[in-house]
């Protein structure tokens, strides 16, 4: 009878561990990579370039909420505020931060983000 006992709880620890060891696993995966995406203009007047952007992504293999995710930052013609919208992608971590129509605030952004890769599309 204390062989049964002892197999019984062996297999109770064992069924709660693994219950919660797929949330251990899961929590030491690194995070997915983000983009941020920085743009002068707003996505209306860029959905266009925001399609060819996710399309050359997908073809390098890289598939949005697959293995990596964009964090979009729209001044919408306010280039003012360009610098604040990027210190926030940098405040956020990103990956990379990618600028486009970015011209006319450059000096400021680059500012900004000077920790963070940055590709400049003008």
Do not use: C
């Amino acid at each position: 009878m204390g062989i049964n006992i002892a197999r019984r709880k062996f297999i109770a620890a064992l069924s709660g561990t693994a219950f919660v060891w797929p949330f251990a696993v899961r929590a030491q995966q690194p995070a997915m990579p983000v983009v941020g995406f920085l743009s002068g203009r707003s996505l209306t007047t860029e959905a266009q370039l925001v399609a060819a952007f996710r399309e050359g992504l997908n073809e390098t293999g890289y598939v949005e909420g697959q293995n990596m995710a964009i964090d979009f930052r729209w001044a919408e013609g306010r280039f003012d505020r360009l610098p604040i919208l990027a210190a926030d992608l940098v405040a956020r971590h990103v990956s990379v931060i990618f600028a486009g129509d970015v011209e006319v605030q450059i000096q400021a952004i680059k500012n900004a983000i000077s920790t963070t890769p940055t590709v400049l599309a003008i």
